[in-house]
């Protein structure tokens, strides 16, 4: 039987993929668990049109991320932290940090984009990683004493 995979299926394919599964398959666990749908020709058009909104989607997102990471590379973005006197702080930098940071020089970051190489426990000049669809960009960070 032929389906359109709506998700990412192990070792069967990818999402929007037309793949060949065996009936029972199909019936019993793809279909009721909306992880696929039959290929009709009706929604394979939707799907293809699906597909190519994601497509353009992923664009956008992409070209917004290296936007924001040279707007905020051009003056490093300062994230405040409670630290001691050796600059040690007393908990690391978290995602909402660097998104409250970016928040107030006016750039929204959405979170779920944000990722450390390392956590961050001390000031200084640090790099946080703004990665989506395997592209990688590096944003810089001054971390500061409050």
């Given amino acids: 039987m032929k389906v359109i995979l709506l998700r990412d299926v192990a070792k069967i394919g990818k999402r929007y993929q037309v793949v060949e599964v065996p009936d029972g398959f199909a019936l019993n666990k793809l279909i009721p668990k909306k992880d696929a749908e039959a290929a009709t020709p009706a929604n394979l058009k939707r799907v293809q049109n699906m597909s190519l909104k994601n497509t353009s989607d992923k664009a956008s997102i992409l070209a917004a991320l290296k936007?924001?990471?040279?707007?905020?590379?051009e003056e490093l973005l300062a994230v405040p932290m409670q630290a001691n006197n050796q600059g040690h702080l007393f908990q690391s930098v978290h995602t909402d940090d660097v998104v409250a940071a970016a928040a107030r020089r006016g750039v929204a970051i959405p979170k779920t984009y944000i990722s450390f190489a390392q956590p961050i426990k001390s000031t200084g000049e640090h790099q946080v990683l703004l990665k989506d669809q395997g592209e990688t960009f590096i944003l810089p960070i001054m971390v500061v004493a409050k």
Avoid: N, Y
């Fill in 67 to 73: 936007k924001i990471t040279v707007d905020l590379s």
